[in-house]
T-cell receptor
């Protein structure tokens, strides 16, 4: 898990509710990423950010939003538009965002819909 | 289509035995291939990274091989331990593009 923390470990969402997942890193990395992991599937990229105040959509950005106001923080909001949010969410960071460099993952947040 | 296929999907072995996990990919152009270990409910941790020119790389009891011609990689675990029980994920990087993740092989080591 290194210097990346995610909270909470478990999160419950009611229908129509927005929820925000926290991701903080103290590795002084420029790049941060959000992935979604579903059973039997590979990790899928939701959003990534290579620098403060800038971020790009990944492969499955619909129904999600992010912000990058500080280098250390990259929160992910799961909006009510995301119709199937139940999944394991992983945050990662890397030194500069160069594709292929080592990404260091946080411990993950499991989101469940009530 | 850029894909990463891993086999077997799951594997059960006795403690102390060896095992080999497979990764076949169609990703092109190829930049590097990485094996991650993911314990249940935790984030993945990088085990090895291999570039086009590397055939074998070891990390303790873990040995990864790469055949860039046939686009195949394997992860060999020697003298397995209970703590090796985890999901092992193969990740291939396309040059200049994002990462391609395999679905993982779930390994269970039993006493």
């Amino acid at each position: 898990d290194g210097g990346i923390t995610q909270s909470p470990k478990y999160l419950f969402r009611k229908e129509g509710q927005n929820v925000t997942l926290s991701c903080e890193q103290n590795l002084n990395h420029d790049a941060m990423y959000w992935y979604r992991q579903d059973p039997g599937q590979g990790l899928r990229l939701i959003y990534y950010s290579q620098i403060v105040n800038d971020f790009q959509k990944g492969d499955i950005a619909e129904g999600y939003s992010v912000s990058r106001e500080k280098k250390e923080s990259f929160p992910l909001t799961v909006t009510s538009a995301q119709k199937n949010p139940t999944a394991f969410y992983l945050c990662a960071s890397s030194i500069s965002g160069t594709v292929g460099e080592t990404q260091y993952f946080g411990p993950g947040t499991r989101l469940l819909v009530l | 289509k850029n894909q990463v296929e891993q086999s077997p999907q799951s594997l059960i072995i006795l403690e102390g035995k060896n095992c080999t996990l497979q990764c076949n990919y169609t990703v092109s152009p190829f930049s590097n291939l990485r094996w991650y270990k993911q314990d249940t409910g935790r984030g993945p941790v990088s085990l090895t990274i291999m570039t086009f020119s590397e055939n074998t790389k070891s990390n303790g009891r873990y040995t990864a091989t790469l055949d860039a011609d046939t686009k195949q990689s394997s992860l060999h675990i020697t003298a397995s331990q209970l703590s090796d029980s985890a999901s092992y994920i193969c990740v291939v990087n396309r040059s200049g593009y994002a990462l391609n993740f395999g679905k993982g092989t779930s390994l269970l080591v039993t006493p």
